[in-house]
């Protein structure tokens, strides 16, 4: 009965005027900018939270506008994966392997159309799953004291990496990186300065929307430099847009399945789309009787990356609004965007301020459908964004993510700590460390480090406090095993490489 | 080679962190932990992970030749002029000439890459300063008066 009490409230916010636009905008800047190659859903979310601010939106709205534009860039991300092979973004890599294949035997249309559908039923199902799940783990939460959240948080950092890092050491240096950032600045418990080197424009710490903008948006230019836009050009034909309901009938418990394993992956702390998806394909090549079609364009092959990222995506929001934990790179920089609108995510949010979760949980609910309206009838039209060349793209990211940085703070100082970030971002892409790690250590790091100082003013400075429930210790073991996993995974979940 | 190298990097940088959260003084009033020890706990992680780095790298990565890293060295340096020009130049000239040589580094086209220039200082100007509202000057303020 309170979920339909909820839910209503939800709805009353999201069918107004001013909301629905801002979802259907999100959806269509969404959709655009994960259809074009290398901009995934990270990349522009951070990019667009500057302006956001500029619109003057309250929370609810802002958070709309974003969320939508995540959803948007995770249905978008498919489109180049199956036109181009090059995925949108990360999480789309896995519908590259079939999706490519079927798109060159001239059923383009029907492998867009098909992931569309699929990418509508993993959205939507995971949607109803954050309705159901979020207020649960929001009660669980209230049981969480600073011991708690601090093992939490290692939780998070450990299980960052998700289970396909190829190094642990270098997902830990990531995290170090951002831990060390978060630092620099006017302590807040006693009022000292750290770590500035007597810079003034420090002393209010690292802006986390600089690093995050300088991360994603600055490194990508110089990737894009490097590899000089070669993927700007049409691969394939797109011929006729028609139905294939005999397809979408014959992968429906593909698509079921899928979610149910996105969703979960995703709900998970670190682990995200990219795993969901990896995870829905090898499940349903697991399962398939016969295994030589994946990899040929075979339809299970498109269904179940789709709908398996696209749960994902909507199961990574469950930690992030529950317990303030994102569970993949866009959760987090949607936490960046609560966090400067001065809300804290957990489970007083759902108290507090329910206008705000359930209005965003009506509005993807909505948003979905607008979705599969732009996905499906009217893929057509975001296909021939892909035609705009990276020469024109690229500059035009770079302006905009200036522009909104500058105009957060007017400070040429944050603009030049941008590209600082961009270029240490570069670096660590050509050393293969994970970038999201610094992110959240740079967003978590201050929580992680009052909660430690909380939990030991409690306990008089005894460190067995740390230790001291059972939530504590299972969230201390999830974290050793979440770390330790992977070095005995790795050649177990061994990612299959798409066909050239 | 390139892991040892940014390994030894974070080792030295760890230690700078280390030595100056020692030089931190607690005051009298701090909670038990004090602002010394996280940094303390955050350094040592930080240096056991950038000796493992040292000892067990991983394979280089394709570094790129030097023509591009020229290319990128350059679109740093655009960028980094970009910064300091945006406030004493306003924005349509910087815009235009910043996002033109950018995209001459990608497409080494004079006629393309001048017309992206054109076209992204304009229609982006239009749509913060319009559409958005952004206090953007246009032209460089000593013009304006």
């Known amino acids: 009965m309170e979920l339909f009490q909820n839910l209503a409230l939800g709805f009353g916010i999201a069918l107004t005027l001013t909301t629905l636009s801002l979802a259907i905008i999100g959806c269509i800047l969404g959709t655009i900018i994960g259809a074009l190659p290398g901009l995934g859903?990270?990349?522009?979310?951070?990019?667009?939270?500057?302006?956001?601010?500029?619109?003057?939106?309250?929370?609810?709205?802002?958070?709309?506008?974003?969320?939508?534009?995540?959803?948007?860039?995770?249905?978008?991300?498919?489109?180049?994966?199956?036109?181009?092979?090059?995925?949108?973004?990360?999480?789309?890599?896995?519908?590259?392997?079939?999706?490519?294949?079927?798109?060159?035997?001239?059923?383009?249309?029907?492998?867009?159309?098909?992931?569309?559908?699929?990418?509508?039923?993993?959205?939507?199902?995971?949607?109803?799953?954050?309705?159901?799940l979020a207020p649960i783990l929001a009660r669980v939460a209230f049981y969480f004291g600073p011991a708690e959240y601090f093992a939490l948080y290692l939780l998070a950092f450990c299980t960052l990496g998700g289970i396909g890092a190829e190094n642990q050491a270098k997902s830990a240096i990531a995290v170090c990186l951002g831990l060390g950032i978060s630092m620099i600045g006017v302590d807040n418990s006693t009022g000292m300065t750290r770590f500035t080197g007597g810079n003034l424009h420090l002393y209010d710490g690292v802006d986390f929307l600089v690093a995050i903008v300088g991360l994603f948006a600055v490194t990508e230019i110089f990737v894009f430099i490097e590899s000089r836009g070669k993927d700007s050009a049409i691969g394939v034909k797109l011929g006729k847009i028609s139905i294939p309901i005999k397809d979408i009938l014959a992968t429906k418990w593909t698509m079921l399945r899928a979610t149910t394993v996105g969703f979960i992956a995703g709900v998970l702390p670190g682990a995200g789309a990219s795993l969901g998806s990896f995870l829905a394909y090898m499940s349903e090549k697991s399962l398939a009787k016969e295994k030589k079609t994946f990899?040929?364009?075979?339809?299970?092959?498109?269904?179940?990356?789709?709908?398996?990222?696209?749960?994902?995506?909507?199961?990574?929001?469950?930690?992030?609004?529950?317990?303030?934990?994102?569970?993949?790179?866009?959760?987090?920089?949607?936490?960046?965007?609560?966090?400067?609108?001065?809300?804290t995510p957990g489970p007083l949010l759902f108290n507090e301020r329910p206008e705000v979760v359930w209005g965003l949980i009506a509005t993807l609910l909505i948003a979905n459908f607008v979705l599969l309206i732009l996905n499906v009838p009217l893929v057509k039209v975001f296909t021939k964004i892909l035609q705009v060349p990276?020469?024109?793209?690229?500059?035009?990211?770079a302006m905009v993510s200036f522009v909104g940085i500058y105009s957060l703070s007017g400070s040429y100082f944050d603009l030049l700590l941008m590209i600082g970030f961009g270029v240490l971002g570069f670096t660590l892409r050509k050393l293969k460390i994970p970038a999201v790690p610094v992110i959240l250590g740079i967003l978590l790091g201050g929580h992680m480090e009052v909660s430690l100082r909380r939990a030991m003013v409690l306990s008089n400075g005894d460190w067995t406090y740390l230790f001291n429930s059972y939530i504590s210790v299972g969230l201390w073991i999830a974290a050793f095993i979440g770390f330790i996993a992977p070095i005995f995974l790795r050649s177990y979940l061994k990612k299959p490489t798409p066909i050239g | 080679m390139s892991d040892r190298i940014f390994g030894s990097t974070l080792t030295i940088l760890a230690l700078t962190f280390f030595v100056s959260a020692t030089q931190l003084e607690s005051p009298f009033f701090a909670d038990p932990l004090g602002p010394k020890n996280f940094p303390f706990i955050v350094s040592g992680a930080a240096l056991i992970c950038s000796i493992t780095m040292i000892i067990k790298p991983d394979k280089d990565p394709l570094w790129p030749n030097v023509k591009t890293l020229i290319k990128l060295f350059t679109a740093l340096i655009v960028l980094i002029l970009y910064a300091f020009s945006l406030k004493t130049f306003g924005f349509l000239l910087p815009t235009a000439l910043a996002s033109a040589a950018l995209s001459y580094l990608i497409q080494p086209s004079i006629f393309k890459s001048s017309a992206t220039g054109l076209i992204l200082s304009l229609s982006l100007f239009t749509i913060f300063k319009f559409g958005l509202g952004l206090s953007l000057f246009p032209f460089p303020k000593f013009l304006l008066g």
Request: aromatic share 6%.
């Open chain 1, 41 to 132: 859903p990270s990349n522009g979310v951070a990019i667009l939270i500057p302006l956001a601010f500029t619109l003057e939106l309250d929370a609810t709205q802002a958070l709309v506008l974003m969320t939508s534009v995540y959803y948007g860039a995770m249905y978008g991300g498919r489109i180049s994966s199956i036109l181009l092979n090059i995925p949108g973004d990360e999480p789309a890599m896995m519908t590259t392997l079939d999706g490519y294949p079927m798109a060159k035997k001239g059923r383009a249309g029907d492998a867009l159309v098909l992931s569309g559908v699929s990418s509508f039923v993993g959205a939507f199902l995971a949607t109803i799953g954050l309705m159901l």
């Open chain 1, 390 to 397: 990276a020469s024109f793209l690229l500059p035009g990211v």
């Open chain 1, 295 to 343: 990899g040929t364009g075979d339809i299970r092959g498109v269904a179940a990356p789709e709908a398996g990222n696209n749960a994902a995506a909507g199961g990574a929001l469950v930690p992030m609004l529950t317990l303030g934990v994102p569970g993949s790179g866009t959760t987090a920089v949607l936490l960046a965007l609560l966090m400067t609108l001065n809300i």
